[in-house]
């Protein structure tokens, strides 16, 4: 027995090999086409907040974040140049580019009033967060190594989540790859706060889920720790990603029978709690809120007067950008098929767990609602990949598993549709979970399920 459960462990260990090799060259891509990522303003906020934190004066962190984005975009405007047939024998000197651009923003880099660099200064997490690689490797590579580093590790957490449900180790890495390869992966690679929240959203995820198998003390340790990082970084997504949390939570209560038990009252009460507690938090730091950001967005970042009505604005500036956005996407609907097939997937197989996903990836809806301007192209709404990302590898793992009768197995609804499904207990699961077994249906008990004679599993009608 000693020998079958160390080999079971070394087994558990080099699963892990080829996921790691994953992200790792994820992450030689990224050193090789690192120069593709262009200069982005709200970086220079978040390396002079770095800055401050490792000791530098308000004005020394100013000037050195200043020079290190007209660095980089001087960089960029001078690999533009070299491609351009009209500049490429004359491209701009990057040395001399970067004297100009520092002399043309004596006060810091603009836009640059007091409400505007609030939102900034509400992100304090963050800004510890980068610091170390920032004292490390410099400004620009410190900012974008830790972007790039926690989007690979959002990567494994995907691996870990799929095979969880189920997945087989093939198409689990094949959801790790399309993380890195969808919209996730690229805006992960940005010196922004994206790379980190999507990581600690994927923890979210995979804390949910734990709570869902009843794994109480895991589950509710990693989604606490997972929003309290998350609320440091950007606390208004994390907000929406609480709050929707515990509507999901309340949903898989209402419409799976077999979730009705503590771990899933503890995921409602961890996103309700969290939610209520980062209001009153916003409330009494006086953090920037939704009016603030609406005035920001109406008023080109504070550089015009207020306005005296953002949200009728805010109404119909949507009512205005969302056929047009639809339009766009079914010009390339990639997103809106994966959409599709990955909910669909995931309703299949886990009811209660495609309530999260869904519930978790619809804040980025939310956060393009409260924004809906088309410049920001896929980066707000990004979230939404995570419906893909982990359906479609659990479509593809239904598609090539054996065929199986959904109305004869316990715990199908009369549709066929199978229940919530999760470990009943250390002695009858906790040895043959999901993830060390081919995906199939029947492989998985209904939550509260027993061992009847005969090794039969029978509903714990208790």
């Not at 992200?23 to 220079?44: E, I, Q, R, T």
């Not at 610091?131 to 690979?152: E, M």
């Not at 095979?163 to 959801?175: D, F, S, T």
């Not at 199986?404 to 009369?414: L, V």
Request: charged residues 15%.
């Amino acid at each position: 027995m000693a020998s079958e459960s160390s080999r079971g462990r070394i087994g558990e260990r080099r699963g892990w090999l080829v996921p790691v090799l994953v992200a790792l060259a994820f992450l030689g891509l990224w050193m090789v086409f690192k120069p593709a990522v262009n200069p982005v303003n709200d970086s220079y906020r978040y390396a002079q907040a770095s800055l401050i934190l490792l000791g530098d004066s308000p004005a020394e962190a100013q000037r050195k974040a200043l020079t290190a984005f007209c660095g980089e975009q001087a960089r960029w405007n001078a690999r533009r140049a070299a491609v351009d047939p009209m500049t490429m024998n004359d491209p701009p000197r990057i040395a001399e580019a970067t004297r100009e651009c520092v002399g043309k923003y004596p006060d810091g880099l603009t836009p640059n009033t007091p409400r505007y660099e609030a939102i900034f200064a509400d992100r304090k997490g963050y800004a510890a967060l980068v610091a170390p690689l920032v004292a490390l490797f410099g400004v620009n590579l410190g900012l974008a190594t830790t972007s790039v580093l926690f989007t690979a590790l959002g990567g494994l957490i995907t691996v870990r989540l799929l095979r969880e449900l189920g997945v087989p180790p093939g198409l689990a890495i094949a959801g790790q790859v399309l993380y890195y390869g969808s919209p996730i992966g690229w805006w992960g690679s940005y010196p922004l706060t994206e790379g980190a929240v999507l990581a600690f959203t994927m923890a979210t995820l995979l804390g949910a889920n734990w709570l869902l198998r009843r794994r109480l003390v895991a589950g509710a340790a990693l989604l606490t720790a997972a929003l309290a990082a998350g609320i440091a970084i950007r606390f208004s997504t994390f907000l929406l990603i609480a709050a929707s949390l515990a509507a999901a939570g309340l949903l898989a209560l209402v419409t799976v029978r077999s979730v009705r038990h503590a771990g899933t009252w503890a995921l409602v009460g961890i996103g309700a709690l969290a939610a209520a507690g980062i209001m009153v938090m916003a409330k009494v730091l006086r953090l920037s809120g939704a009016n603030e950001t609406l005035q920001d967005t109406f008023t080109d970042h504070f550089t015009r007067p207020d306005v005296p009505d953002p949200w009728h604005r805010l109404i119909d500036l949507n009512l205005a950008f969302w056929p047009r956005w639809f339009q766009t996407e079914l010009r390339t609907p990639w997103l809106l098929l994966g959409l599709a097939l990955g909910a669909w997937a995931l309703f299949r197989r886990d009811r209660a767990m495609a309530w999260v996903t869904l519930g978790v990836a619809a804040t980025g809806l939310a956060t393009q609602a409260a924004h809906p301007v088309s410049s920001q192209g896929d980066r707000l709404y990004v979230a939404l990949w995570l419906v893909p990302v982990i359906g479609l590898p659990v479509l593809l793992a239904r598609m090539t598993a054996a065929p199986t009768t959904g109305a004869d197995r316990p715990g199908a609804d009369p549709a066929g549709v199978p229940a919530h499904r999760g470990p009943s207990s250390p002695a009858t699961w906790a040895d043959s979970g999901p993830a060390n077994q081919p995906w199939s249906p029947a492989h998985v008990p209904e939550s509260g399920a027993r061992l009847g004679s005969g090794g039969r599993l029978e509903p714990n009608r208790g």
